[in-house]
């Protein structure tokens, strides 16, 4: 076996559906191509999101399919004394702050490249007096962060302008995904980040937590996200219908159509290089 480390980290919101299926397939198929190790996460801090026996599902889904992880299933709502001994260590630094604004405070903000709010840095300097801290936000800075994506190309994102001082941890006190997947990443040990482009513009919030942890750096490689007929991307809030689990075999057929491959093995060179594709009627 290889120093390979992939993962596949579906969220517990509902049965698995083709998108995810897309996800899966990908790291999956990278791994085993590199003789590697292929680990299964389960992000489930969000618990009001959370639908009861989802994960269950998903890992009965992933075994119909086909799908062979090695070790245990890492679950996140197991981690949270992690996730917050590292914030600790971050304010003591002087990465982290606490910080009071309310969604309604920042509503004047320009919008950042995933539909939220770019961070003016109201409380980076302090509270304003009588305030309290509602979430704990990460320091960034202005220099230039990119990488080389292995489907999408090279990547470059100024994330102070384009993002601002990111959360990770939110008011109602769930650990922010960009803090619990650097972490996680970082204690399992991963090599090599397959995952959806929808997560293309959190990579380099990722990497700018990263470098101040003195993590290593995963490649990364962000497969085309299956959308709708009106260009939504897959998931239980656009209504994404579960995986026909009767016949799998049809499935995966259609999952490796999607990424461009032939009917046996794996070419990394065939995946589109595209963020989004139509989902397959056949």
Not at 229 to 248: E, F, I, V
Request: charged share 25%.
């Amino acid at each position: 076996m290889s120093d390979y480390v992939g993962r596949f980290a579906p969220s517990p919101t509902g049965p698995l559906h083709f998108g995810s299926l897309v996800a899966a397939l990908a790291s999956y198929m990278e791994a085993r191509a590199a003789n590697g190790k292929w680990l299964l996460r389960m992000e489930d801090l969000d618990a009001p999101r959370e639908q009861t026996g989802a994960a269950d599902q998903i890992l009965r889904a992933l075994d119909r399919l086909g799908f062979e992880w090695d070790g245990p299933v890492l679950r996140q709502s197991a981690r949270v004394a992690r996730y917050g001994a590292a914030i600790e260590d971050l304010a003591r630094r002087g990465f982290a702050y606490g910080c009071c604004c309310t969604r309604k405070e920042l509503e004047d903000s320009a919008l950042a490249i995933d539909g939220s709010r770019i961070y003016p840095g109201t409380c980076r300097h302090g509270l304003a007096a009588g305030k309290s801290a509602r979430a704990v936000r990460l320091r960034t800075h202005a220099v230039p962060i990119g990488f080389v994506d292995r489907i999408q190309g090279r990547i470059e994102q100024r994330v102070e302008k384009e993002i601002g001082d990111f959360v990770l941890l939110r008011a109602d006190g769930i650990y922010a995904y960009q803090l619990a997947v650097v972490l996680d990443d970082l204690d399992q040990g991963v090599t090599e980040v397959v995952r959806g482009a929808d997560l293309l513009d959190s990579t380099a919030r990722q990497i700018h937590l990263q470098r101040i942890l003195g993590a290593p750096t995963p490649g990364y490689a962000h497969v085309p996200v299956a959308v709708n007929a009106a260009g939504d991307k897959l998931s239980k809030q656009t209504g994404a219908q579960p995986l026909d689990l009767a016949d799998p075999k049809r499935e995966l057929a259609r999952a490796r159509r999607f990424l461009g491959q032939e009917e046996v093995g794996w070419d990394h060179a065939r995946v589109p290089r595209t963020r989004s594709l139509p989902t397959p009627t056949f």
